[in-house]
Nanobody, 119 residues
Framework: QVQLVESGGRLVQPGGSLRLSCVAS????????MGWYRQAPGKQRELVAT???????AHTDSVKGRFTISKDNAKNTVYLQMNSLKSEDTATYYC?????????????WGQGTQVTVSS
């Protein structure tokens, strides 16, 4: 059974950068599609970025040009590089996965890591 553990969230000023990490334990992620979701207080969880099992990426419009998802199969880790952070990026960020080529209805979730963008 794959377990996902996120890290890297913290308080950062607007315009700053963060890199979130999601380490998968229990099995190699080379056959998994992965993604990052976020949920702000009082709002629904939204998809931020996905990466297919063969490395193709997609990002939601609100983060395009600022966020980049990537993965390192050798380290069993997925990253979310976040630049030019805005206050509206404040949320709990969750790593998700599914053993499939694309991330549709993920069935594996991490516990979340808090990102707060504030001066």
């Amino acid at each position: 059974q794959v377990q996902l553990v996120e890290s890297g969230g913290r308080l950062v000023q607007p315009g700053g950068s963060l890199r979130l990490s999601c380490v998968a334990s229990g099995r190699t992620i080379s056959n998994y599609a992965m993604g990052w979701y976020r949920q702000a207080p009082g709002k629904q969880r939204e998809l931020v970025a996905t990466i297919t099992s063969n490395g193709m990426t997609a990002h939601t419009d609100s983060v395009k040009g600022r966020f980049t998802i990537s993965k390192d199969n050798a380290k069993n880790t997925v990253y979310l590089q976040m630049n030019s952070l805005k206050s509206e990026d404040t949320a709990t960020y969750y790593c998700a996965a599914k053993r499939a080529p694309v991330l549709f209805q993920p069935d594996l979730w991490g516990q979340g890591t808090q990102v707060t963008v504030s001066s």
